[in-house]
């Protein structure tokens, strides 16, 4: 139990299913009060809340696109309704949508991935930040990825440039907002087995990575939650602002 995390509040954009709602539960272990988010999966959903209900946590269920500005601003608005504070913002939903090489790029695709990846961080950030103000700070964590760093696999180019874009708006939001004692870090995952890779990633693809990481095995969900707990806590890493965790078994050391 990390004592400093009881009875915060928590939200976790794209919690239903994968790190998301790894992340959301292990939250709930520690006794903080979570909103689970979710846009398509509710079944999913409500299993994670019921989880972190288990676990000795508290929970809601929010709905919405954060492709939408709106969505973002209302599901911060809820979860200070519900819970009476945001303290903890994870901005992890987001997703790869499809493999596709360059000369199939559409404007309609393009939109979609940075509204999905980028837009959505930046106003849940605007909208938490917001609140964050006023109750004396907080921790706003993004999720970016190993493929920020190489570029991404075949087909992942303009996904990789979304969360080169997230790494980027981590340190400059950390120096923007430190005034106000918001700490904003992130965490990288390298090829962990989640449904995006389930949807996108063939196996054989999946083998070309594992060659490359010097663990010699891809990454579990639950290998993510440790780098998000410590981020979050403030007995932990309350030094520790504008920085990128990796979490990918040494497939890339920066």
Same mark, same amino acid.
């Given at each position: 139990m990390i004592e400093d995390l009881k009875d915060k509040v928590v939200l976790v954009t794209g919690s239903s299913t994968g790190i998301g709602a790894?992340?959301?539960?292990? !939250?709930?272990a520690n006794g903080a009060s979570v909103t689970v988010h979710f846009n398509n999966s509710q079944s999913e959903a409500e299993e994670v809340a019921a989880e972190i209900q288990r676990l000795g946590g508290k929970s809601t269920v929010m709905q919405? /696109?954060? @492709?939408?500005?709106?969505?973002?601003?209302?599901?911060?608005?809820?979860?200070? @309704?519900? !819970?009476?504070?945001? /303290?903890?913002?994870?901005?992890? *939903?987001?997703?790869?949508?499809?493999?596709?090489?360059? /000369?199939?790029? #559409?404007?309609?695709? !393009?939109?979609?991935?940075?509204?999905?990846?980028?837009? @959505?961080?930046?106003?849940?950030?605007?909208a938490a930040a917001a609140h964050m103000k #006023?109750?004396?700070?907080?921790?706003?964590?993004?999720? #970016?990825?190993?493929? *920020?760093?190489?570029?991404?696999?075949?087909?992942?180019?303009?996904? *990789?440039g979304t969360k080169g874009f997230i790494s980027t708006v981590t340190r400059g939001f950390a120096k923007?907002?430190?005034?106000?004692?918001?700490?904003?870090?992130?965490? @990288?995952?390298?090829?962990?087995? #989640?449904?995006?890779h389930e949807r996108s990633s063939t196996p054989e693809m999946l083998e070309g990575f594992k060659a490359t990481i010097p663990m010699n095995r891809l990454g579990e969900v639950d290998e993510c939650t440790g780098a998000f707990l410590f981020l979050a806590s403030e007995q932990m890493s309350g030094y520790i602002t504008g920085q990128i965790i990796e979490v990918n078994g040494g497939q890339y050391m920066p």
């Amino acid at each position: 139990m990390i004592e400093d995390l009881k009875d915060k509040v928590v939200l976790v954009t794209g919690s239903s299913t994968g790190i998301g709602a790894a992340v959301a539960k292990a !939250f709930g272990a520690n006794g903080a009060s979570v909103t689970v988010h979710f846009n398509n999966s509710q079944s999913e959903a409500e299993e994670v809340a019921a989880e972190i209900q288990r676990l000795g946590g508290k929970s809601t269920v929010m709905q919405g /696109d954060v @492709s939408d500005s709106a969505v973002c601003a209302r599901l911060v608005d809820d979860t200070v @309704s519900t !819970f009476g504070r945001i /303290d903890v913002l994870i901005n992890n *939903a987001g997703g790869l949508l499809k493999r596709i090489p360059i /000369d199939e790029i #559409t404007d309609d695709m !393009f939109s979609k991935l940075l509204h999905l990846n980028v837009r @959505s961080s930046l106003m849940c950030t605007r909208a938490a930040a917001a609140h964050m103000k #006023t109750t004396g700070g907080g921790a706003i964590i993004n999720v #970016t990825s190993i493929a *920020a760093r190489h570029g991404g696999a075949a087909g992942a180019v303009l996904y *990789a440039g979304t969360k080169g874009f997230i790494s980027t708006v981590t340190r400059g939001f950390a120096k923007e907002l430190v005034k106000d004692n918001i700490r904003v870090n992130a965490v @990288s995952p390298g090829v962990i087995l #989640t449904p995006l890779h389930e949807r996108s990633s063939t196996p054989e693809m999946l083998e070309g990575f594992k060659a490359t990481i010097p663990m010699n095995r891809l990454g579990e969900v639950d290998e993510c939650t440790g780098a998000f707990l410590f981020l979050a806590s403030e007995q932990m890493s309350g030094y520790i602002t504008g920085q990128i965790i990796e979490v990918n078994g040494g497939q890339y050391m920066p």
